[in-house]
């Protein structure tokens, strides 16, 4: 049968049913019970995240399909993340666009309409080019769906490694805006509501929860990718928001097709539903795989028998599929029904609750031998600002309209942080933030560093951050060392979100991310934050003769940077202070309202170097003094590359005001350096560099690699 199911559980679900499972309700569990649907080496964990907050609409604690929040004047917003890595590492275009289609679904199951949506994306070595290939119909796959229903691609991430080089990472964020007292839940709480079904049931996504529940075999596994249709997508979002109000619950059918919707929604009360009545875009369809069919474009909804005939005439008007396929019952059932004879009669309750595993862990510590970095400067510049991970973006960004709507304020590629506009009249800043590196060297300082880089990337537009989602990608749990960084990754996470009060109402987990040699992915733990601007947004810009201040303190920690992995350089991984990254981010908060800085940057990725570059690439030039940087080291390499957290550079025209408002919130800060018009040269002590083959190279590297591969 092509189950993944271990033999452990099918012994329990033998035991419960006090029966062996027919053929057809073996693949209904293996669906339902697949890692990707029911979370059972991750759930234990994840409940960790709970946060108690007067703000929390939907949370952790209601596992539905998104989370939401409020923000105040009667609104709220609704936030999800989720992956596509599988598919798109066969079908890069469906696997992407899919993701795309999947995540706004989820927004529009919650009644709220999509406003934004962000793209985290990590391939393999460029200089290979099947992941020229991968990249090129990945960002063409989400551009043609997002594009194509009108919702902007605001922000997201691309990075480069070879431990991706055959499993890329495709993540996809979205936010929707809703009445918060019209937000619509995924369950329902009574008997009697008929099961409605949108549109067509095909033969694509056939086992994709299951085919996403284990590492790829290499062998052909394109039929579990799903085919987009971004044109039904968007009937169906514009459906779906028209007849919010005449449903009882809302429910989008992704992984595990029909099985998995319909036994979620039922909430553990029962559900009945004819396979005859579902429509099909293929004849004579074995009834088993229109029950776990992943196919697109398709929604369940829970609807009185009185509303029925207006929900389905809203469908009708654009020639859309919509039928009646079955109603909720008071016993605690699930079945599925072939006219008239059972093909799965199983327990709610049994499907709802599988086994939940704790594997083995086990923590391979790294002997880090600490030497003094000795690389000559000028060409340690040269190498890091043109890694494929400082690169300008813009290729990706201009294939996305991003100002559809007429939301999006700051664009892509103009801030640490993509902001737009809502209803309210307030401004939403969005980030999504991962670092593989430090967490390949450190999970635990990896799972806080990235909680606290996000927010320091909000601060930098002015927005503090209030609610979070969490996308965690790793290889194989059964693996005690790959197990290992999981939980450490969710440790750090959760101390770092409960320090910030920022509840994380929802996310993601996807294992068994190897390439094919079994060796699994570093691991990638991602966060997508979202916060209000606090009164002025600032919009970067650069002026002549600005003061360059640093903010914060800079520390010989270089393992998981950047420079470390170019040049494999052996540290310790830095020690997240969150402290300091909430003291320097209130400092940069209170700067932008009282107007006292033009310019700020979060150091992170590439060091203070990357930091200035970011500078310099607006046609100007960066004079600094190293004697200045407030540090624990004189090596003058160190404090230029270090990825110490809780710092920020800064623009402004009142270096003093800055060191004494920071001075105040018990953080420190150090005047650097001054902005100039020498174009493209960075001093640093006298000396110059040219940096101007590299800002040529910022600007076309991505154009001219996807354009030569």
């Excluded at 406003?115 to 990945?138: H, S």
Aim: aromatic share 8%.
């Amino acid at each position: 049968m092509g189950l993944n199911l271990l033999p452990i559980e099918m012994d329990d679900i033998r035991k419960r049913l006090d029966r062996e499972p027919n053929e057809i309700e073996w693949r209904v569990i293996d669906a339902i019970w697949s890692e990707h649907c029911s979370y059972k080496s991750s759930k234990i964990f994840l409940k960790s995240f709970s946060i108690d907050s007067p703000n929390v609409i939907m949370g952790i604690k209601d596992w539905q399909d998104a989370g939401a929040v409020d923000i105040g004047d009667g609104w709220a917003i609704v936030i999800k993340v989720e992956s596509h890595n599988h598919p798109s590492a066969i079908d890069p275009f469906n696997g992407a666009a899919t993701g795309v289609g999947g995540i706004i679904r989820d927004i529009i199951s919650k009644g709220a309409k999509p406003i934004a949506l962000m793209d985290m994306i990590r391939v393999g070595n460029l200089e290979i080019r099947k992941n020229v290939w991968l990249l090129k119909n990945i960002i063409a796959g989400i551009a043609t769906y997002g594009n194509s229903i009108g919702v902007p691609v605001v922000s997201g991430e691309l990075s480069f490694d070879d431990t991706y080089n055959d499993n890329p990472l495709v993540d996809v964020a979205a936010i929707g805006i809703v009445r918060k007292d019209k937000i619509k839940p995924s369950i329902v709480d009574k008997a009697g509501l008929k099961l409605v079904l949108a549109g067509l049931t095909g033969i694509d996504g056939l086992g994709g929860a299951s085919f996403a529940s284990r590492k790829l075999s290499g062998e052909d596994e394109i039929g579990a990718v799903q085919i987009a249709d971004p044109f039904a997508g968007k009937i169906i979002l514009d459906v779906t928001l028209e007849i919010a109000d005449k449903v009882e619950a809302i429910k989008d059918l992704g992984g595990g097709g029909l099985a998995v919707a319909v036994t979620e929604m039922a909430n553990g009360l029962g559900a009945i539903v004819d396979i005859e009545k579902i429509p099909l875009r293929v004849k004579n369809m074995d009834p088993a795989d229109v029950i776990i069919s992943e196919t697109q474009e398709r929604m369940l909804y829970a609807v009185e028998e009185k509303n029925v005939e207006e929900v389905c005439k809203a469908f009708e008007e654009y020639e859309y599929p919509c039928s009646v396929i079955g109603e909720i019952t008071s016993e605690p059932i699930i079945k599925f029904r072939y006219f008239g004879k059972d093909l799965v009669s199983l327990p709610t309750n049994a499907l709802l609750e599988p086994p939940k595993f704790l594997w083995p862990i086990k923590n391979v510590r790294k002997n880090v031998e600490e030497k003094n970095v000795d690389l000559p400067l000028e060409s340690t510049i040269y190498t890091v600002l043109s890694h494929p991970d400082l690169v300008s973006k813009e290729w990706a960004y201009s294939q996305f309209d991003y100002e559809v709507n007429t939301s999006t304020v700051v664009k892509p590629g103009d801030a640490d942080s993509a902001v737009v506009s809502l209803p309210n009249g307030k401004l939403l800043a969005i980030k999504a933030d991962g670092n593989p590196d430090l967490c390949s060297e450190d999970a635990y300082e990896c799972g806080k560093g990235i909680v606290a880089e996000a927010y320091r990337n909000l601060a930098t537009v002015g927005a503090r951050g209030i609610v979070a989602v969490d996308h965690l990608q790793f290889g194989d749990p059964k693996k005690p060392e790959v197990y290992y960084t999981f939980v450490e990754a969710i440790r750090g996470i959760g101390e770092a979100t409960r320090f910030f009060n920022i509840p994380i109402v929802g996310g993601k987990v996807s294992f068994y991310n190897e390439n094919s040699q079994g060796k699994p992915i570093k691991p990638t733990p991602l966060i997508v934050m979202a916060g209000l601007v606090q009164g002025k947004l600032l919009k970067n810009r650069v002026e002549d003769s600005s003061y360059v201040v640093l903010l914060g303190y800079t520390r010989k920690e270089l393992g998981g940077s950047l420079l470390s992995k170019i040049f494999k350089v052996p540290s310790q991984a830095p020690k997240v202070r969150l402290q300091e990254d909430l003291l320097s981010s209130e400092v940069v908060i209170g700067a932008i309202n009282e107007e006292k800085i033009t310019f700020a940057k979060d150091i992170s990725r590439g060091g203070l170097v990357a930091s200035l570059f970011n500078i310099i690439v607006h046609g100007y030039g960066v004079e600094i003094s190293t004697k200045s940087i407030l540090s624990d080291t004189d090596n003058v390499v160190e404090n230029l590359f270090s990825e110490s957290s809780g710092r920020f550079v800064i623009l402004t025209n009142e270096p003093e005001w800055i060191v004494e408002k920071s001075r105040s919130k018990g953080i420190v800060a150090s005047i650097i350096g001054k902005v100039n018009k020498k174009t493209s040269i960075l001093t640093i002590d006298n000396t110059d560099y040219d940096l101007k083959t590299i800002v040529n190279n910022y600007f076309n590297f991505l154009e001219e690699v996807i354009g030569n591969g």
